[in-house]
Structures are given as structure tokens and as C-alpha cells.
């Protein structure tokens, strides 16, 4: 029983429509590579029957490199293709697991897991997110309550807290996340000092555990889903309060901006890596 690696070529603007296509076909992780030319990878488990690799035509400019199977004890190399430290920000460094070599003097040193779930810090949006975390510290607006939305594996809820951030909540609606966000602190312990940077759970925004109001809102998610989310994520802000918004693809801004706006929330600043932004914007008064 082998498993299946795709390494693939695949423009920024293909990601969103791609990932949704290879997860629908039974793809049990996606990831793209940092560093140029930032190649992708998607693995299909033993009992996933491979789809057709003509389906890649309907997503210009993405292309199939290779294709390679490989049995369960070959797995964790696999996994490990392509994904080194790297810094993000002013404030961070992120390494894998399996890297034991320490960030620079003056960097918080995250450790991730990379592809238990959605959030290792190395797609464009999780590091915006994690930069507008830095300019939100120095204004000193991390005081909290902070609620994070999609939280994945829980890096920006951690990124937060190690900027200052207090009464943080995450939560996912993936039940892998649960897990994923227990394990991710328990690999920062060295930055943690026995403390609990957030509390967690696996639900929606909808659950009882989400009682705002909140002066901090963190939705690194796709558009779509956010503005299925807004109406409820305009409830639970505080007036005045902040959310940083990503997940939308560059060409999307307009499109971004003006559903922020029709819910209350006044964009202050747009940050854009590679094809994709992130947002921050405030909560107008009510």
C-alpha cells in the first residue's frame, strides 16, 4: 500500500481553486515550498484512489513535475521535502520540528509541524498576519479579549500571545485542529514558561464558548468564508476593535474592502505578499 506525491507547478492565482480540487478528490495535505521557485506538493493517502491528472487542465499554468509513491516508513521524509526555517516579521523565526538549530538572537523561536494542519507561518498570509500582529503590539492594542477564527494549528493565537496579546481564544471547525493547537504549544514550551497562551476548542463562531465582545478578531480564512462570517463577526467586535483579515487573494481587494465596510469594519491598512493581502481594519461604533 503506497502513498502518492503530486509535485506540481502552480501559480499564486491557482492555489485557492487547486487546494479546494485536490482536497474534494481525497488529497490529505497541501504545501507549498517557501523558497523559489516555491514549488507545491499534495499527497494522497493508500486508500485514495489517485484522480485523473487531465482535471489540472481546468487551472492554467499548473502543471504535474512528478509523481511518486512511496510505503509509510518513506512517509515523514516525504514530509519533510521543501519545509526549512525561516523568519517572518521583525519578531519571528520558524522552524520545523526537526530542525533543533535555535533562530537568531532577538527572534522569537516558534517550532511547527508542518502539514498536521492549516498554519506553519509559510504561506504568504499567515506571515502577513503575523506582521500586522507586530504593528498591532507596538501600538500596544493586544490587550484582548482575541478571538481567532480558522485558528488551524493555532500560530497566530501563539504569535499574539508572544507579542504581548491576552485572553485569547482559538478555535477551529477541523477536528485535526484540536489536537494540532494542543501540540503546537506543547512544542514552544521553551517560550512558554509553563504558561497557557490561549484556550481552545473545536466548533464554530456560533458556539457558546464565543462570548465577545472582542477587541481583537483574527481571520486568516478564505474570502468566501469570512463573508459568510461577517454578519456574526460584526456582532461578537467590540466598537473600535480590530480584525486582520486575510486569506483573499490579491485581485480580490475591491471586492474584500467593500464587504468589510458594508458590516462596519473601516480598512486601515492593506499589506500584500507575492498574490495575496491581508487586511486590518476597525469595528466603527455602533
Known amino acids: 500500500m503506497l502513498h502518492l506525491r503530486w509535485k506540481l507547478e502552480v501559480p499564486d492565482l ?5 487546494c479546494a480540487w ?14 523559489p521557485p516555491r514549488t507545491c506538493y499534495a499527497y494522497f493517502p493508500p486508500e485514495v484512489a489517485a484522480p485523473d491528472a487531465a482535471g489540472l487542465l481546468a487551472f492554467p499554468g499548473v502543471g504535474l513535475l512528478a509523481a511518486e509513491g512511496f510505503g509509510d516508513e518513506d512517509w515523514l521524509a516525504r514530509s519533510r521535502d521543501g519545509f526549512g526555517a525561516f523568519e517572518v516579521g521583525s519578531r519571528f523565526h520558524v522552524r520545523p520540528l526537526w530542525d533543533e538549530t535555535p533562530g537568531p538572537a532577538g527572534r522569537l523561536d516558534l517550532v511547527v509541524n508542518p502539514g498536521l494542519a492549516f498554519g506553519t507561518g509559510g504561506h504568504e498570509t499567515t506571515r502577513l498576519c ?36 491576552q485572553r485569547i481564544t482559538a478555535f477551529d471547525i477541523d477536528p485535526d ?3 494540532a493547537m494542543g501540540e503546537l504549544i506543547d512544542l514552544n514550551a521553551h517560550l512558554l514558561g509553563g504558561a497557557e497562551p490561549y484556550t ?25 468564508t469570512i463573508q459568510e462570517l461577517l454578519p456574526r463577526m460584526a456582532e461578537v467586535a467590540a466598537p473600535g476593535g480590530w480584525l486582520v483579515a486575510s486569506g483573499i487573494l490579491a485581485e480580490r481587494t475591491d471586492e474584500a474592502l467593500v464587504s468589510l465596510v458594508a458590516y462596519g469594519f473601516k480598512p486601515v491598512q492593506v499589506v ?4 495575496w ?7 466603527e461604533a455602533r
Open 272 to 275: 500584500q505578499e507575492g498574490e
Open 200 to 224: 481552545s476548542f473545536v466548533g464554530t463562531l456560533d458556539a457558546p464558548q464565543v462570548s465577545g465582545p472582542y477587541a481583537g478578531l483574527l481571520a486568516n480564512i478564505l474570502l468566501e
Open 177 to 179: 485542529c484540536g489536537p
Open 130 to 165: 503575523m506582521t500586522l500582529l507586530e504593528d498591532l503590539a507596538a501600538a500596544d492594542r493586544l490587550a484582548g479579549p482575541i478571538l481567532d477564527i480558522g485558528a488551524g494549528t493555532g500560530i497566530l493565537s501563539l504569535a499574539a500571545f508572544l507579542l504581548g496579546g
Open 277 to 283: 493581502i491581508a487586511i486590518l481594519a476597525e469595528r
Open 14 to 18: 491557482q492555489e485557492e481553486g487547486l
Open 22 to 35: 485536490l482536497e474534494a478528490r481525497g488529497s490529505s495535505a497541501f504545501y507549498r515550498e517557501a523558497d
